[in-house]
């Protein structure tokens, strides 16, 4: 690609197209859009001529080329099983309902004014993405179905695979009368291109980095455009006085081991020192395949454990490794998830009501729970369906995001001629 | 005051006390952020020693020195009756129901997990705001009870006002056990301390501008911190085919001159042109003290009417002026409102239901009326209680800023061991 200013004009005019494609998007019906999906499903599927793979084995090459990590290569790497995944993600996304138009509340106001808070598409979102070209079909997706035209960013190792999914896209947005225009992949991977879109305020709406922390953060703090963020989980699992062990020992070895490399799992047990000495030999057992870094209450209960740094307690390991501190009550406890935690999932493993109560209530996180594993915060488990990620972000979506967050809620009120006195 | 580092420095300090403020206030029960507001609208109608007039005088001085216009110098006046109405406001906020904690949805899961969104603080918010010290009650009020604690930063004209209304509402705070730094106002109107303030991420939760556009664009552009803007308001009455001719005058007459100077009065008027001979000369003589400016078709039909340039139809009167004009039909309007509107409020006299299911599904803005007046975008009207204002960001809050908007929606599930297979 050449010089900045053609990028930036590049970008400029496509996400103008996609924004006024935003607004054909909005009215479309819900079994329109739903065809859409359903198109790209079956092409996804039977990817005619092989087109997708054969594009992904383009980006294949060049990633070995490259030098590209064994595990890099494996997230980009595509064939038909991962393929049909992909396509069952869009017909599940098919399969949801509409949320445009949902009323998500009504009241009738003294003078008779009949006021609904309604969910209406929030216009042009901006997804930048890095290597999973199963990106493009699931953003996509979600956007369509929500009736946000979406502005794709994917990375450069992926580049051709998503070409050729966007296609595929647009060949069924235009099959059913829609703009092509409404999913629109960027054709530069050109880091000014992201810096372009992600100041275009006014015309995209809203941008959602997907990817690792630096990602994020490069676009948090250069975007004038609002950003949902989808950051790291430092997630604790507190083990109170009056938990029952059996549960609390359940609960860790799930909320650890389940799937390490997810952001909803446990990286800190905290565990009241009343049952310590109970609990913490449990756990060293029940988690022996797994790493343990402790403080000294910890190290002196459990003697394969290494001594924890400072740093461990902000770590999201993603491995087999999980920070243990023993804490004196609840405010003990209370206070580590308030210095140490990430806004993403908290639980607390209590028979005591008034504790859980007060958990619930002060610790600062997009799902906070009362015995149950941490590995519950996810679209599918919480009965959203597919979702766009977890945010970590306070404002507009806290915690998964499905469809409906995909939406804002638009005042409606239907009159017969009232007016302001 | 001194030097850029110090003042970051300062405002970095409070800001960090304000946070850590915020935690206490999150957990403080209803009665008791009540008394805290009812104890401050108390001290506003009594203002012991006539602290605040006073402090109100030294304003009105300076102002009167620095020549400040009359219209300025009004807006920055408090006398005892305008002390007794911010009273009231903060009273009307204590009667208001208690967002924290207040369930917007929940269902049980296939695994007995009981599944919750709940309403919580959103932790710190940030208000910076222009000349009427009034803001400063106001926005602690509303902050308080929705369990936010809040980083006041008001005009430097209205300094002195600010600091004394203050000073009140943290001896409120302070008398019923709570942190005084849960209401700060900073000591300090240099600008450099707005750069420090909406910079200051994962510490300032939310920033909203309250002032003019200038004040608003500026937020907007420099801040790392979400930003919730309350933009201008170029709202359209479209006048319909179907429309009832008498039903559209009156709303025309209430939505333009009941209060001209408010966000949500209309701007422009769009007549269909099936009924412009029979609307537009009453339109002309409803509205005899306003200034019509009218393309081509309605220059024909009313004699006094200036052309519009096209300027006009983005332009925000906040007067005696509307601009008027001829559409072809309801797309034309369409048309209209999605390149002119400002997200704010959008209007429709019709009789037919199709084309009103139309305009409130199409058109993208935070009221979407049908059959009412324009001037019903207002936290009061809509049966909110007091509001922070009409947000037009789409994100999070759009339409007036009520308690419940000042919250985020987390999840919270409550369990008996349930784990993820």
């Known amino acids: 690609m050449a010089d900045h200013d053609e990028i930036e004009a590049l970008v400029r005019r496509l996400a103008g197209e996609a924004k006024a494609a935003a607004r054909v998007l909005a009215a479309a019906t819900t079994p329109r859009k739903n065809a859409v999906l359903q198109r790209a499903a079956v092409a996804l599927a039977e990817a005619p001529g092989d087109a997708v793979l054969e594009a992904n084995a383009k980006d294949l090459a060049y990633a070995e080329e490259a030098g590209l990590s064994a595990a ?46 309604v969910r209406a598409p929030l216009g042009l979102i901006g ?5 999973r070209p199963n990106v493009t079909a699931d953003a996509a997706g979600l956007c369509i179905k929500s009736g946000n035209a979406v502005l794709l960013r994917g990375g450069k190792e992926a580049f051709h695979s998503n070409q050729a999914i966007a296609g595929i896209v647009g060949d069924a947005l235009e099959a059913e009368g829609l703009p092509r225009a409404a999913a629109t992949l960027l054709p530069t991977t050109d880091r000014r291109a992201t810096q372009v879109m992600i100041q275009l305020a006014g015309v995209v709406d809203l941008i959602i980095p997907r990817g690792g922390e630096g990602l994020i953060r490069f676009v948090t703090e250069n975007a004038k455009v609002p950003v949902i ?50 609990f913490l030999p449990r756990l060293d057992a029940a988690l022996e395949k797994v790493e343990i870094r402790g403080d000294a209450g910890v190290c002196e209960r459990v ?40 806004l993403h999932t908290e639980a607390i493993v209590t028979e005591d009501d008034a504790e859980a109560a007060r958990w619930v209530r002060e610790v600062d996180a997009s799902l906070v729970l009362v015995n149950a594993s941490t590995r519950f915060n996810d679209g599918h488990q919480l009965g959203l369906g597919a979702e766009m990620g977890i945010s970590t972000t306070k404002l507009h979506a806290y915690g998964p995001m499905g469809l409906e967050e995909l939406c804002t809620l638009k005042w409606v009120a239907y009159g017969e001629g009232q007016i302001r006195t």
Chains 1, 2 share one sequence.
């Not at 997804?127 to 290597?131: A, C, G, M, P, V």
């Not at 963020?229 to 430092?234: D, F, L, N, S, T």
């Open 72 to 117: 890099l290569i494996d997230r980009l790497r595509l064939d038909r099983g991962r393929l049909n995944g992909v396509a069952a993600q869009v017909r599940e996304i098919a399969s949801l309902p509409d949320p445009v138009g949902s009323v998500s509340a009504e009241r009738t106001l003294a003078n008779g004014l009949q006021v609904r808070r």
């Open 127 to 131: 997804i930048i993405y890095e290597s």
């Open 229 to 278: 963020q989808h950051y790291k989980g430092v997630c604790h699992l507190y083990v109170a006085a009056s938990a029952k062990l059996d549960m609390a020992e359940a609960i860790a070895v799930n909320a650890k081991t389940q799937r390490p490399s997810a952001c909803n799992a446990v990286e800190t047990i905290l565990v009241d020192a009343a049952v310590a000495d109970a």
């Open 303 to 342: 003697p394969r454990a290494r001594p924890a740094s400072e740093a461990d307690w902000d770590t999201e390991y993603l491995d087999d490794v999980v920070s243990v501190r023993v804490v004196d009550g609840l405010d003990a406890a209370l206070d580590h998830v308030a210095k140490h935690g990430s």
